[in-house]
């Protein structure tokens, strides 16, 4: 009896080494309008849909697969008689092999361009057609969406046979392939109507199975595009608690000026800085917490030179991130074997959405930014900030957003001096923040003072104060805001409000 394959690929990658062999082992190829010219003009012999069926393609191919010997062929049960006996009244001949990937319809919908008419055209409606069919019938027909599956495929057919649990492999593949597209159409259109969301889709790809997640006795994996972002150039596998803390590094990092160096632990900033220099961002931000910097992440927002790199051996950290190395730089850095030097390919800080576990579902919120933040500062106290304290409040509040909450950041010349994060009181974190300056020899005195959230009582002003703060940066908005505008007023402190604030749970 004859076999067929069915090729109907839009990616055409290695179809053409693909086709050739299947026809070494004795398979006739069935392919539609594209695909089929591709295989004739490289002289792959094929018989196209439509002379197979009998049946022209229409519509500007809208149809070409979807007929009775082509669904027929793929979802006969070939251990039924009477299948069987159905099959051959009607003419329909067994289809083994079905090898289909769709129309680029992600591509087409990233084009901002791209016209509402053009979006539907390039969804795919055979396709997914002919691919859950043959995913349904693995017992006995072989479904391929990708053209990574092909060698490992052609090697299993060559030896003799493809084993069911290959088959019941690809057919997992295969819907999790349409899936992920429908996921993609859905998303897409909803948007493009401006229809309200009804739910959250969500198709991320395995990377990759992480040694263990937060602890080791926890299993983890890592989904989706996180590599579309940092490129690995050297040292161990990371770890979940890595990824967390890359992040949170260059969540920041993002929202500073150039020449700006974060250094994270446990997801919280132990020191950021802006200077003159790349080295001097580092050597300030180490000053911060230079104990918690130890076993740290650090996030550059300029190239590090050997100097920089030299500084860098000094402290054991576990990460160091940066948009570009020198050549000098690099063989510094591998002396450190273990420690992973990543280089940032692209911003992360993009629209999209924060999602959280929770029982029986998620949270989903949008991601949080700064925005508007800073145009629509308003003074409430008699004393307005001067031009070099704007500027620090503006850094101490972005990286206040970047805490966890309770969050409260001092800063002078674009330099944290104390933080205290994640602390159940806000004068319990204005306390851990003056802790640790002192700890580190560090003077706040003409320092200002950020909180990602008001200032529920006037102690905390009345706590900033014994410390030399001059100005403070906060959302305003309780109802005890003129109490601590007037304890403000009492020490002569400027106050800006920025009317709103940023939690981070």
Aim: with cysteine; aromatic share 8%.
């Amino acid at each position: 009896m004859k076999k067929f394959a069915l090729i109907s690929v839009s990616d055409k990658t290695n179809i053409l080494e693909f086709a050739k062999k299947l026809l070494l082992w004795n398979y006739e190829i069935l392919a539609t309008g594209g695909t089929a010219k591709l295989l004739k003009q490289n002289e792959v012999t094929c018989t196209e849909i439509s002379d197979y069926t009998g049946f022209p393609e229409i519509f500007d191919g809208r149809v070409k697969t979807l007929q009775p010997k082509i669904f027929g062929g793929i979802l006969q049960r070939r251990n039924l008689p009477e299948d069987q006996k159905q099959a051959e009244a009607n003419g329909i001949l067994p289809i083994d092999i079905v090898c289909v990937n769709l129309y680029p319809f992600e591509k087409v919908a990233k084009n901002p361009a791209t016209t509402e008419e053009e979006l539907i055209e390039n969804i795919d409606i055979g396709g997914p057609s002919l691919i859950r069919a043959a995913a349904k019938n693995h017992k006995f027909v072989s479904v391929l969406t990708s053209p990574a599956q092909y060698e490992n495929f052609l090697s299993e057919l060559e030896s003799g046979a493809v084993a069911e649990e290959t088959r019941k492999r690809l057919a997992v593949a295969a819907y999790s392939h349409t899936s992920q597209y429908d996921t993609f159409i859905s998303n897409t259109l909803e948007n493009r109507f401006g229809f309200d969301s009804t739910a959250l889709r969500l198709h991320l790809p395995k990377t990759k199975t992480l040694r263990y997640g937060e602890n080791p006795h926890q299993q983890a994996a890592l989904y989706g595009s996180f590599f579309d972002y940092f490129e690995i150039i050297h040292g161990k596998e990371l770890s979940y608690n890595n990824i967390l803390d890359i992040t949170a590094a260059v969540e920041l990092l993002e929202e500073l000026e150039q020449n700006s160096c974060v250094i994270v632990k446990h997801n919280n900033p132990s020191g950021a800085a802006t200077a003159s220099s790349i080295l001097e961002a580092y050597q300030k931000a180490l000053q911060c917490d230079p104990v918690a910097a130890f076993g740290g992440i650090v996030a550059l927002n300029e190239t590090v030179d050997i100097t920089l790199a030299s500084k860098l051996n000094e402290l054991f950290l576990e990460v160091v991130i940066a948009p570009a190395f020198t050549d000098e730089a690099l063989p510094v850095l591998f002396k450190k074997k273990d420690r992973r030097i990543l280089k940032q390919v692209k911003k992360i800080s993009e629209k999209g959405l924060a999602v959280k576990a929770i029982p029986g579902g998620v949270l989903v919120q949008d991601k949080d930014f700064l925005s508007d933040d800073f145009s629509n500062l308003k003074t409430v106290t008699e004393n307005s900030p001067s031009e070099k304290q704007l500027e620090d409040l503006k850094f101490a509040w972005a990286v206040a957003k970047n805490a966890k909450s309770n969050a409260i950041i001092f800063a002078k010349d674009k330099m944290t001096l104390g933080i205290g994060a994640g602390q159940v009181s806000r004068i319990d974190a204005v306390k851990v923040a003056v802790m640790k300056a002192a700890e580190f020899g560090l003077s706040l005195e003409k320092a200002v003072v950020a909180s990602d959230a008001f200032f529920p009582f006037a102690d905390n002003i009345e706590e900033v104060v014994k410390h030399g703060i001059t100005a403070v940066i906060e959302p305003g908005g309780s109802v005890r805001d003129e109490e601590v505008i007037n304890a403000a007023n009492k020490y002569s402190l400027s106050m800006v409000f920025t009317g709103k604030r940023h939690f981070k749970h």
